[in-house]
């Protein structure tokens, strides 16, 4: 990472802020490798639904290498803990070939698991746990969430299995000891990519509908066909939770749009008021103006990074 003197470069921004482009435009320039921070894009054929933009990483004709993506079949249940672990083989991959490693993606959590280094467990099942969990409601199950120390991200509590999934890493925190990890050192910088809330609102809305209009709906009724049970896609949110309860007769197409839309707003609302959080505990956050030019943000980047 001859030029400048962070060993990692942090792209993020919310949903539909164009920070993958700019990452691959940016890696192009810094001799980079990214790996993705996105929780949904490590599923295989959850393409349309989870913003896999494949040209974003074609830059000249050249394919920005990528990692994280693709790493997983639909239905199964990845976290925080294996996103550090898969986070920290890579990143030393690219370091040992001496290129520069671009981390990019709106995912807060997987952020600061990285760059907080937090000390994760890989958490067993608890099924005598789990059969108790299962008769108590939903909103029982978040009353019992709460009560815990704000070890876990709660705010992704849909449905009752990814409710019981964070009270059994709960449980397992309050009696067994934070492990012994050593983790490399660390050294990021942090780009930032936002709009207007007007006009991040607009982007959002417009890039629903032309995903749709791409096969978004017949994305998902497809993973429905090949075994992927309704519940399992609920679990991804978003995209994946309206479209499922569209296809299963729960929505009307109308609602289904109505209320994705809304939570997919909210979702980016949580995003910044998550990146504010960082920035109000000391993280310094580079803001590129959305609108600006590619070739504008670019030299802007430039000069952050010193990098000549």
Not at 37 to 55: H, L, N, W
Not at 83 to 111: A, E
Not at 166 to 173: D, K, M, R, T
Request: hydrophobic share 35%; glycine share 6%.
């Amino acid at each position: 990472m001859s030029g400048f003197k962070y060993n990692l470069i942090i792209v993020l921004g919310p949903t539909a802020s164009g920070k993958t482009r700019f990452a691959a435009e940016l890696a192009t320039l810094v001799n980079g490798e990214i790996i993705s921070a996105d929780s949904r894009q490590i599923y295989r054929r959850m393409d349309v639904g989870t913003g896999k933009d494949y040209d974003d990483y074609i830059v000249n004709k050249i394919e920005i290498t990528t990692h994280l993506i693709d790493i997983h079949e639909p239905g199964y249940k990845y976290n925080v803990f294996e996103f550090q672990r898969d986070f920290h083989k890579v990143y030393n991959q690219i370091m040992d070939l001496k290129k520069t490693p671009i981390l990019c993606g709106g995912t807060g959590l997987y952020i600061e698991a990285v760059t907080k280094q937090y000390k994760l467990i890989s958490v067993p099942v608890d099924n005598e746990l789990r059969q108790d969990l299962e008769t108590k409601t939903l909103e029982e199950l978040k009353e019992k969430l709460a009560t815990y120390k704000k070890l876990h991200n709660k705010t992704d509590t849909d449905t009752k299995k990814r409710a019981i999934r964070a009270i059994e890493i709960e449980e397992y925190y309050l009696t067994h000891a934070d492990p012994e990890i050593h983790f490399p050192v660390i050294n990021p910088i942090y780009i930032g990519i936002k709009y207007a809330r007007d006009l991040r609102r607009k982007r959002i809305t417009e890039r629903l509908a032309q995903r749709i209009k791409t096969g978004m709906i017949e994305e998902v009724k497809s993973l429905l066909n090949e075994g992927i049970t309704p519940e399992d896609l609920i679990y991804y949110g978003l995209e994946y939770k309206y479209i499922t309860k569209y296809l299963t007769g729960k929505l009307t197409y109308d609602d289904m749009f109505s209320q994705l839309n809304i939570a997919i707003h909210q979702f980016a609302k949580r995003q910044m008021t998550w990146f504010r959080k960082m920035e109000k505990e000391g993280c310094e956050i580079h803001w590129l103006d959305g609108p600006l030019p590619m070739d504008e943000k670019l030299e802007i980047a430039k000069e952050i990074l010193n990098f000549k």
